[in-house]
């Protein structure tokens, strides 16, 4: 099977490539934005949007005339930046057309916008340096982690965070999907561990991260109390920014390490959706952590179980996993700070191992109804009734046979029966 995938790996540059990165992360930035302002007006006029290919055309004339400048940096850079522009807006509209909340593609400020840039072309990999085109050989601070041979790399996101440097190869690559016999597992994420399987295995954040979250947490409250624009506070800025930086590193190895072991190992991972569940669960502090690690880890499982030969299964969100007994199914409201699971028809156990059994419960449920993918099948709609935040009114049928929950004016209804 050939699949994409990517690779990403801390630079080592010297301080002439620092300034050539951020150049090119500048020009990113200046064709991003004269192509969304171009694209804005045209908007504003009822006209139709110029695509990317027209405002590369456009943009080749004005390098030609008025804006040499722009020949210091990779052709690729601006063309990458305005196909980015052009996603950002399909996103936009196919998320209106849905219903959903995306927002409308925004101008990248050179202090709010992280440094990024892509780049197409010649890309190779050494044992220590990786080679992009215009700018060189840039020395790698890890060597042996890109692939070497063996991949087609198509191209090579170059970004700055908190003061370092990564590079993401974008690569096609050929592998033998294996037949995976492994059993079915349910996960539960939780805040005070990172997960615990339904076979009992649990995985505890690491002490690191767990360190460098508290101390991210206070150097957040230090900023707070800076007065805005001094020096202090842009320092304490910084150190926000170097303590978020290392903490989601730490948090996506130690993801990395968790997702490889149960896709490789189970045929089928059962996990809850992000909302609503974990946004009630976390409303004190790591929620906003542990929220993105969520996202993170479903990202992971989702590409992984493709290599290994694993499917993912998706419980409706309004699967009660953790309130529910997973012994005899009643439904109980376990404070957070309990980390028992108690229930009257006498089961007491660790609450988030009752959660990843009742997870593995949708697994055995579902057996039939799942997909081809296995993915997002939601066998447990019965228990959206139960769980909507709604008043409860009485629900009146209309003569065109559609419901209403009695919001509808009454010579619109016909009577209850
Ligand atoms: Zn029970």
């Not at 109390?225 to 920014?241: D, E, I, L, M, T």
Request: aromatic share 6%.
């Amino acid at each position: 099977m050939r699949i994409r995938r990517a690779y990403r790996t801390e630079l080592d540059p010297n301080q002439v490539q620092r300034e050539r990165f951020r150049q090119h992360a500048g020009v990113a930035r200046w064709s991003y934005n004269w192509a969304l302002a171009k694209k804005k007006s045209a908007l504003d006029q009822g006209s139709a949007v110029p695509s990317s290919y027209t405002l590369q055309r456009e943009l080749n004339q004005l390098k030609k005339s008025t804006h040499a400048w722009l020949y210091d940096t990779s052709k690729a850079v601006p063309q990458t930046a305005l196909d980015d522009l052009d996603v950002a807006f399909r996103s936009f509209f196919r998320g209106r057309g849905q219903g959903r909340r995306v927002g409308f593609p925004h101008f990248k400020s050179r202090k709010r916008s992280a440094d990024a840039f892509r780049v197409t072309g010649v890309i190779r990999v050494f044992g220590r340096h990786v080679q992009l085109p215009r700018l060189g050989k840039i020395r790698l601070k890890e060597s042996e982690y890109l692939p070497m041979q063996g991949v087609h790399i198509t191209a090579a996101t170059v970004s700055e965070r908190a003061g370092r440097w990564y590079v993401s190869l974008e690569v096609q690559q050929e592998i033998v999907v294996p037949i995976n016999n492994g059993a079915a597992v349910g996960i539960d994420v939780g805040i005070n561990r990172l997960a615990t399987l339904s076979d009992g295995s649990v995985v505890p954040n690491l002490r690191p991260l767990e360190r460098t979250q508290r101390r991210l947490a206070s150097a957040q409250k230090a900023l707070m109390r800076r007065r805005p624009g001094s020096q202090n506070r842009a320092k304490a800025q910084k150190r926000v920014a170097r303590l978020h930086a290392r903490a989601s590193n730490l948090r996506r190895d130690q993801l990395h390490k968790l997702t490889t072991q149960v896709t490789k190992t189970k045929s089928l991972l059962v996990i809850e959706d992000l909302v609503p569940a974990l946004m009630v669960r976390n409303r004190h502090l790591a929620r906003a952590l542990s929220d993105a690690a969520f996202g993170e880890l479903r990202r992971q499982l989702e590409y992984k179980a493709h290599w290994y030969g694993s499917r993912i299964l998706v419980a409706d969100k309004f699967y009660p996993s953790t309130r529910m007994c997973s012994k005899c199914g009643a439904l109980n409201d376990v404070p957070l700070s309990t980390r028992v699971f108690t229930c009257a028809c006498g089961l007491t156990m660790d609450r988030d191992l009752n959660a990843a059994l009742n997870l593995l419960a949708v697994a055995a449920s579902s057996a039939d109804t799942l997909n081809a993918c296995g993915e997002n099948v939601s066998p447990f709609a019965e228990w959206r009734s139960s769980e909507k935040q709604e008043p409860k009114l009485p629900r009146v049928a209309l003569e065109d046979g559609r419901s209403s929950t009695g919001k509808t004016p009454l010579s619109a209804q016909v009577p209850l029966r």
